[in-house]
């Protein structure tokens, strides 16, 4: 969610007027602020019980290098080289605990979470200069999964859920040539952003949320609960296609009906 903080320099530099870059500082300043609010308390506590200086968390480490190694496939979601899930009888975070303990091996010693954290981003990065070509690929693989119509899941599946809720599985179902909700929104949002691209600064909010959005997930990956926070706002774009479709489809039929009344006057 940080990089959304990219929105407010961006619809004030958009908006324009003389005092643009006031306006961009200002609210930006302010902006900046109020994240640094909840963040703080947990940037300042990570020094306290961990000796290490951690910003809120050290996971998104593993997290890219699933998503970018020369291993990754762009659905699978587990730590290559890893071990099992259950050990000694008790649930084990499988990624964070074998990205540590890999790391570890690297290191030949016991290592920070901050060390952890930059070892698995320098892996993932150094797979991805190495062959292009294939970077290139997965993320384009990752993008049409990010937009396609069913749920990708990782460690629960939302259709599952489904087949023993009546609620659940009215809203969200799929078939083999279709997915429910997802199948329709996308198509309907895409609409929406077709028409709200005329518009000069009325969109750019959501348009830059889900682009900011949809580009930080894909570096990443993908799946179902990373692409949630996408849907309220989908579905704003998707409810003012529809309304906009309509009006262009009626004022086509209304166009058309005086250009031929017109013709027979004539």
């Given at each position: 969610?940080?990089?959304?903080?990219?929105?407010?320099?961006?619809?004030?530099?958009?908006?324009?007027?003389?005092?643009?870059?006031?306006?961009?500082?200002?609210?930006?300043?302010?902006?900046?602020?109020?994240?640094?609010?909840?963040?703080?308390?947990?940037?300042?506590?990570?020094?306290?019980?961990?000796?290490?200086?951690?910003?809120?968390?050290?996971?998104?480490?593993?997290?890219?290098y699933i998503g970018n190694s020369r291993y990754a496939d762009s659905l699978t979601v587990v730590m290559p080289l890893a071990g099992a899930v259950f050990e000694g009888g008790e649930f084990d975070d499988n990624i964070h605990s074998q990205s540590v303990s890999l790391a570890k091996k690297a290191y030949g010693r016991d290592v920070r979470e901050s060390e952890v954290s930059s070892y698995w981003y320098r892996q993932a990065l150094s797979d991805m200069v190495a062959d292009p070509a294939r970077t290139a690929l997965l993320l384009a693989k990752k993008a049409l999964y990010f937009w396609?119509?069913?749920?990708?899941f990782n460690n629960k599946s939302l259709y599952y859920a489904g087949e023993y809720s009546a609620l659940m599985g009215l809203a969200i179902w799929k078939t083999d040539f279709f997915n429910f909700p997802s199948g329709l929104l996308f198509?309907?949002?895409?609409?929406?952003?077709?028409?709200a691209l005329r518009q000069?600064?009325?969109?750019?909010?959501?348009?830059?949320?889900?682009?900011?959005?949809?580009?930080?997930?894909?570096?990443?990956?993908?799946?179902?609960?990373?692409?949630?926070?996408?849907?309220?706002?989908?579905?704003?774009?998707?409810?003012?296609?529809?309304?906009?479709?309509?009006?262009?489809?009626?004022?086509?039929?209304?166009?058309g009906y005086c250009r031929c009344v017109y013709s027979s006057f004539r």
């Open positions: 969610m940080l990089p959304l903080v990219l929105i407010v320099s961006l619809y004030h530099l958009l908006k324009g007027g003389h005092d643009k870059y006031k306006r961009i500082l200002r609210f930006g300043i302010i902006y900046i602020v109020g994240l640094l609010i909840p963040i703080l308390p947990v940037t300042v506590r990570n020094p306290a019980v961990a000796d290490d200086a951690v910003l809120i968390s050290a996971q998104g480490r593993a997290n890219f396609h119509g069913q749920e990708i198509p309907l949002m895409f609409i929406g952003v077709v028409f000069k600064t009325k969109f750019v909010v959501p348009l830059a949320y889900i682009g900011i959005y949809s580009i930080v997930v894909i570096m990443f990956f993908v799946c179902a609960r990373f692409r949630q926070p996408i849907v309220p706002v989908a579905i704003i774009l998707a409810s003012y296609g529809i309304i906009e479709l309509y009006q262009t489809i009626r004022k086509r039929k209304r166009d």
